[in-house]
């Protein structure tokens, strides 16, 4: 698990790049503006910062500079932002930013560019590179890890048995029954049983990672939550079982 800094002043923004972080195992601190954000510095050693340029105190390729002066650049700093020109991205990699992402920033290029910084941030560790292990890829020392980069799921087939499922023991048989599910109910019941099983499979397969289970059944974010929500899964008891 890595240490991540987002210093954003919008507020929807380092929601949901903290959502995204937090399902994919890392451990993530916000800060509205440069004030917060040099404060967190000094107070956390972080393995990652993502840093947007246009704030309302400071901007950032300023934040970047002080930190490069001060000597306290010792990790990637990945700077983003909507209306920076190249000649900024331009100095800020002159700097010293590992990269830059343009906003909106798609779920795919945040998630390759954190894993390249943290990969980046391994590089000295030694082994890790040669003889990568499931420990070694699970951020706890700080190697990288993406959706489309995991260690082998343990088979969960067996360790959840959803709601509106027949027990495995008991087949059920007969005209009322198809596969499993009960059919003899109100259509709207019965289909709200399946949705709820194949959430509550697709949950247990991707370790309870909302970001991997969105991927997976096509759906957006917060669509997959209300859904979610209104099936009545149980998020935490997916997280635990992680």
């Known amino acids: 698990m890595a240490n991540i800094l987002v210093v954003d002043d919008e ?21 509205e503006n440069a004030t917060q954000a ?8 972080y393995d990652l910062v993502l840093l947007d340029i246009w704030m309302p105190d400071t901007d950032g390729v300023s934040l970047l500079k002080e930190w490069a002066t001060a000597g306290t ?23 010293g930013a590992f ?30 590179a040669a003889a990568p292990t499931a420990s070694a890829m699970a951020l706890g020392g700080h190697a990288p890890q993406s959706a489309n980069a995991l260690a082998p799921a343990p088979d969960t087939t067996h360790a959840v048995q959803p709601a509106g499922m027949a027990p495995a023991a008991l087949p059920a048989s007969g005209p009322s029954a198809h596969q499993g599910f009960d059919l003899d109910r109100p259509l709207r019941e019965a289909r709200d049983g399946f949705e709820k099983a194949y959430f509550e ?8 990672s909302m970001t991997r289970v969105a991927e997976k059944t096509g759906l957006e974010r917060t669509h997959l939550y209300r859904k979610l929500r209104q099936l009545g899964v149980d ?7 992680q």
């Open 11 to 31: 507020l929807g923004i380092r929601d949901l790049l903290s959502e995204i972080l937090n399902d994919e195992g890392h451990s993530v601190d916000l800060a």
């Open 73 to 95: 650049l010792t990790m990637p700093v990945i700077m983003m932002s909507g209306h920076a020109t190249i000649d900024t991205a331009v100095e800020a990699t002159r700097i």
């Open 99 to 128: 990269s830059f992402l343009e906003k909106p920033i798609t779920l795919q290029k945040l998630l390759k560019a954190v894993e390249q910084g943290l990969a980046r941030t391994a590089a000295p560790a030694p082994v890790a």
């Open 235 to 241: 998020l935490g008891r997916a997280k635990r079982n």
């Open 201 to 208: 499979f697709h949950l247990a397969r991707e370790g309870g």
């Open 38 to 45: 040099r404060a967190a510095r000094a107070a956390h050693a």
